[in-house]
């Protein structure tokens, strides 16, 4: 049963334009997301979190939104850009903090020049 | 930033060997790493949870024997892949908190390509 889910596996976005990517969870006790960025044959690098006592969180070009009662995030980069392209995992993590994350399937983001 | 040094990056061995993977924390103590495991175009695997002198949590289905975890100190944990198996070949990547309990991002290794033939 997925507690992550990322519903979108890929997304095509023009240079310039909002790229927005989804995310739903199931677990009310996740207290703590996060968007992670993964290019090929690399590991995952950290963008932007939020925690469950907020609802916005900007950094930049980048923002999510957390939707509590929908349980629901959204990623927003804006405006997007060539180098955006990569692969987005949304992530959720329950409030004993050292436990490990909970990934979704990833969307793969392609930013078209 | 906190950084996770994984080595080797790439591996290529023979069926029947075994591979060591080593996961570093390089500016930081992490009594918890994690080791997870990627297939083409799927998600973020969960295979261990590495705990510092303690045995290793693993998820259901992953076989103990099979990959090995060793967290011998607060910044190295090492994953061997034992008597390979071309269905082993998959990239793994290990990752760890600065600080347990608080509430910051993983860092993850940039992961190691297996290929076993």
């Known amino acids: 049963d997925q507690q992550v889910k990322q519903n979108s596996p890929s997304l095509s976005v023009q240079e310039g334009r909002i790229s927005i990517l989804n995310c739903d969870y199931t677990n009310s006790m996740f207290d703590y997301f996060l968007w992670y960025k993964k290019y090929p044959a690399e590991g995952p690098t950290f963008l932007i979190s939020?925690?469950?006592?907020?609802d916005k969180n900007e950094d930049g070009r980048f923002t999510v939104f957390l939707n509590k009662s929908a349980k629901h995030l959204s990623l927003h980069i804006v405006p997007s850009q060539p180098g955006d392209s990569a692969v987005y995992f949304c992530a959720a993590s329950p409030p004993s903090g050292n436990t490990p994350l909970v990934f979704g399937k990833g969307t793969r983001l392609s930013v078209i020049a | 930033g906190a950084v996770v040094s994984q080595h080797p990056s790439r591996v290529i061995c023979k069926s029947g060997t075994s591979v060591k993977i080593e996961c570093r924390s390089l500016?930081?103590?992490?009594?918890?790493m994690f080791w997870y495991r990627q297939f083409p175009k799927q998600s973020l695997m969960l295979m261990a949870t590495s705990n510092e002198g303690s045995k290793a949590t693993y998820e259901q289905g992953v076989e103990k024997d099979k990959f090995l975890i060793n967290h011998a100190s607060l910044t190295l944990s090492t994953l061997t892949v034992t008597s390979a198996h071309p269905e082993d070949s998959s990239f793994y990547i290990c990752s760890a908190r600065e600080s347990p309990g608080s509430m910051k991002p993983l860092h993850f290794g940039n992961g190691t390509r297996l290929t076993v033939t």
């Open positions: 939020i925690s469950s006592i907020k």
């Open positions: 500016d930081f103590q992490a009594t918890t």
